[in-house]
């Protein structure tokens, strides 16, 4: 098995040789001096700082290496490249510099520099698992079929635990028709990972290929669930260039992503992290307002609101959030205020139509009410809940025809809150005085609220079925 | 998100010089394989002198400079426009140019005071411009715009044409940062405002926009895309990696609902957003195209949302919609991922008789090739027709297929410009600038072979590209270009093939017996040779833009067609036999040989 992927990477690397041999007796390329006024000053500081390092040790791939990795983390490709390129001549047998380098040519686009780079860099170090595995997404998107899905195979051979190369291999085998293989593999990358969201959708598309329609639906549905989740890299070296990273705005990206995986108070440390590397960045703190309110942590939330709105007073969201907050707390009138606001700020702005909907319709403004409930759906049509407020006002406004018409538009799709859906459904139908039709939605959302175990709204359902249900008195 | 990763102006430059070469070298070659090998095809000539497109804007007077109104706010509607029309609104037999102009965001202010002032005897507004070629025998533009009244002074983004009410005169949708308008042509020269009347108007950034008589009832109906809830009182301070201001990117802000409007015959339109079911699903939207994609007979439309799912909002042929851009395969890429879509196009580039679909995106993501199985399955295919890695370095906007060889196979033309700052033009006063691309269909299932290095120097500019329109503008049967560059000249790029080459061609303008008079959305085929070529009568599609709704053939070496077939938008197909090739003719409805059943 092992010889199979030596063999793989023999013949590669006999092409890597020239490129060693060209790079050697290639001049080193200069360190250039980038403009960095702009940037923002701790940023600046760690350019330059790495910058002087280099210019003081000239002869010293290390560090110049580690510019390069410092560029490289904001994103300066170019310049990061040119001093990986250096870093490499300097010290042909280090693997990280040709490996970094490869790296960034094939983010820049560059597969067939990158291919060679890369192939190189296996040469030093043929067992680096996530060098072999970009060298195959390279040859990949190069449309090398062969030596891509060569080089999957060998890997899966000797890492059979490894789901990106089992998910590599299937896309292979896609791009050249063999389905039954392509779906083999995907089926293996999930069977590794559950949680593989692109895994999942390549087979989807491989089964709805095979007319498979029941099973591609399937692995939609779970692409949706998992659609930004992938195997961990396992790249400890991307993961070095990665931690060089001081900007605010990463922190605020690492806390948006624990948001999404629910881990709350890991989110708030990355926010307040990055408003202690930036205290003028206003997403920060308008995204503390938020994070902090669902923490239950109102001072705190309400802080970060007024840091906010004093940064900046155009701010939408940020009345949006420290509403929904006031909302939470019960605090209608100046809830109210910051809906205005956000709405004044942004009129396209659903959620905050909504929810000021919602805050004079238990004033008893109804048709103010329904004046906003028309704005939220014009401005989120597939908005259940705004239809559903709209729906209920206009009922209770005795506009029957229209609530119900709103009412029909939130019993689909079937999940948790339909049964509840549909109950107001069929009360807007007894309200109307159609028996029948009230009837009809009502048994179907007891029927559906007993499925889910809904006790509470079963109990009320049967409750108005059994009035409905009774014999009527004759007039 | 911004644009993670950065090229090098210099660095590309140097490619594509290096390519430039190669490709010429590779063209020679392909030239005479073409000449001994390939039936269909004749021989380049003199392929060294003459580039294959010319820039000639100045020169036959369309002069327009696109103003953003930037103050060094980052506002987002600065750097996503504008858009260009071609179309012949005086039916003079010549294509005519609309181009979309921005202003002050904030209207208060001094267009003087911008970080990017306009240039002397600059005009604000859109600005029409009429070509003299069919009353002069040159090619030379004059603007008319005050004369026909369309020059509206908005922050202007798109612009769709199509005859609405079927007087034989096509009628222009402008979208913009604000409110829309519709000018109706009156047949005269001159056109009239009537959006408030015809309730058509939308108050949210709207950008592209398309005509589709999505019912076949003989009347075009308005599909409008919107964008964002951006609004200059909340725009938000965003930051490049480095911590340098740059434009946001749209998760920044809310996508908001694109709109149906529903012809009722009168002059007035129905929102019919909701009960077409278009509103089921919300994306940013950025670029459309009408296309029959599952080859029903019935249009659908496909929607590039920027950072998002893209949408294929399949017709259920009874007035609704269902979005189906997942299970199609048309919503991400290859791997699952969303991409921020900007300009789609739809073609048979194939010869496979449906519609494939290409779509341009960000730097670092590459364009999307989606291949049509013919039932509306997709799959991406850009790696295999070589056209994800050339596209990777750059954020495209304007696209769309066309057969600029005229050799029979469908080209690729893809209008550039980055939307967040180049970190190698670092220095430079608009960093944004990038190259456009020319991608030659070498068939057969071949990979495309990038022409954008011997192209000459009209694909050599770097600007900052969006709406790119397509037809022949000289009318001499070779497709050209205009390209609409943000905060910088519209350009015109002529096709100079014909000099190069003697392939036949056809253009065929289109009349439909019963409404829909230009015909949009009809099919038509060619038969030559055992291939049968399948093109669309459309004006859609591309970014922000309207393209020459006539039908253009590239024949090869073919001086005559053996058969002629249009399947109608009322789902009707009639036939023609042995048509003349190297000429524009007009094909009317009802006047050939009706084939069995709807189409």
Redesign the interface.
Known sequence: MRKALCSIFGQMLLLAGCAVGAQESAALPELRS??LD???P???EQIQEAYREARAHLGDDAVCGRLGMVLET??????AARCYRRAAQLAPSTFRWAYYLGVVEA?????DAAASTLRLSLRLDPNYVPAQLRLASCL????DWIRSGELYAAITKHHPDNADAYYGLG?VR??GHDLAGAAEAYRQACALYPNF??A???L??VY??LGQVGQ??EQ?HL??RD?DRAPPAGDPLFDEVRAL?R????QIQIGIELERQGRLEESVAAHEKAVEI?SQ???AHVNLVELYGRLGQFEKAEEHFRTASHL?P????GYYNYGVLLLSAEKYQQAENAFQKTI???????GAHNNLGFLLERQGRLLEAEAEYQRA??????NRQAHFNLGRVLVNLGKYEQGIQELE?TIEPEDEDTPRYKYALGAAFARSGDRQNALRYIRQARDGAVALGQSGLVASMERDLHTLEAPRTPQ | M???????RS?REE?NRLLGRRSFLQLLCLGLARQIGIPGTAAFANPSSIPLFREAAEEVGLKFHHFTGTIGQYFMPEIMGAGVALFDYDNDGDLDVYLLQGTMLDPTEDPRKAKFPPPPGWKPGNRLFRNLLSETGKLEFVDVTEKAGVGHVGYGMGVAVGDYDNDGFQDLYVTNFGHNVLYHNNGDGTFTDVTVQAGVDD??WSTSAAWVDYDRDGRLDLFVANYL?F?V?????C???????DYCTPK?Y?P??ARLFHNRGDGTFEDV??SAG?????GPGLGVVCADFNSDGWPDIYVANDGAAAHLWINQRNGTFKEQG??S?TA?N????PQAGMGVAAGDFDDDGDEDIFKTNLT?E?GNLYVN?GRA?F?DAS??F?L??????YTGFGTDWLDYNNDGYLDLFIANGAVNRI??L??SPYPFHQNNQLFRNEGDGK?FREMTGVAGPALALSEVSRGAAFGDVNNDGAIDVVVANNNGPARLLLNQTRSLNHNHWLLVRLEAANGNRFAMGAKVEVRLRGRKLLRRAHTDGSYLSANDVRVHFGLGDSAKIEKLTVFWPDGRGEEWDRVDADRMVTIRQGTGRSLRGPG
């Open positions: 980038l403009g702009n940037m923002s701790g940023i600046r904001y994103g300066l490709l170019k310049d983010g820049e686009g560059q597969c990949l998107a190069s449309a896309r896609a791009a969201g692109a999942h959708y390549a989807a598309l709805r290929a591609a639906e939609l692409y949706e659609k990273n900007s605010a705005t990463q930036d960045l206003v997403q900046d155009g701010s939408s969201e004044e700020i942004d009129p396209f702005h659903a759906v014009e401005n989120k049509p597939n538009k | 911004k644009e993670k990763k950065r090229v090098s660095q490619h108050l949210r809830d609004t009182k909340g725009n938000k301070q930051y490049a990696s480095t911590g340098e201001r920044m809310q908001v609902p957003t909701e278009i509103g089921a699903a919300i997942l299970l395969g991400y290859a791997e699952g991922a670092n590459g199985d399955n799959y790696a295999e070589g994800l890695q050339p596209t990777v370095p970190e190698s670092r220095g990979k």
